[in-house]
């Protein structure tokens, strides 16, 4: 005859991974500049109830989570209000980040457009959006000409018309806020430098919420043709070329 040994008892502790709320492990800066990184690059914490103190070390943080992290933006003014879809308005940079130890990094996120946005991020079901983050215009890299010289000017008098060119970064944002000088050089058509012996005075331009104004332009010689080049002082290489005109 068999006795049966009295039976074992286990006893299994099952912990779940219940995220409940996102935290950032330090503020976000309040600007940034079109086309560069931000200047504090997200840390996202994963929390297990709402009140997590964001501190590093804090209980309430899930230490062994391992859940992706997903960012998008938010527009909430700007250009971006009605170019939405243009891709200057797309987040750049790597927007899916894998938490270690709970915290999961973004280190290279930028925006090219102009306007406030705020950062969403989001594991599941659960979502974060802080912000804003005011992304302002870059250096100016394009002008743009919306007023040309008459097509015909009389020696020795002032233009009739006034020049007028807008100012423009990298990415096609108006530098609405940029400063510096302007300045509109004499070429003869086909020449290889700015003219000279024209009897004419290079002229700075007069700046104003992100457009340039000539007004006190004058062309002593007369010659068949000549166009004016508006430079931008601080980066030579920028500038752009007026249509052809006869004194």
Known sequence: QHQCAAPLEYNLLITLVNIQSLLLETALSASGVAGQLFPVQPFVKMCSFDACDPTPDDECCIQDASSTIAVSLVHISGRCMTEGASPVCQLKGTTQ??????????????????????????????????????????????LRIDQQPAERIVAGTFLAVHPLITLFDAYNNNADTAAGSFTAHLWKVNATTSCTDCSYIPREGKLAAGSVSFTDMMVGDSHLFYHLRFVVDADPLVFEDSRNFSV
């Open 97 to 142: 980040a894998s938490a270690e130890e709970g915290l999961a990094a973004f280190n290279d996120l930028y925006l090219e457009a102009t306007g406030c946005i705020n950062l969403k991020f989001s594991t599941g079901s659960i979502v974060l959006e802080q912000g804003p983050i005011c992304v302002v215009h870059g250096p100016v890299k394009r």
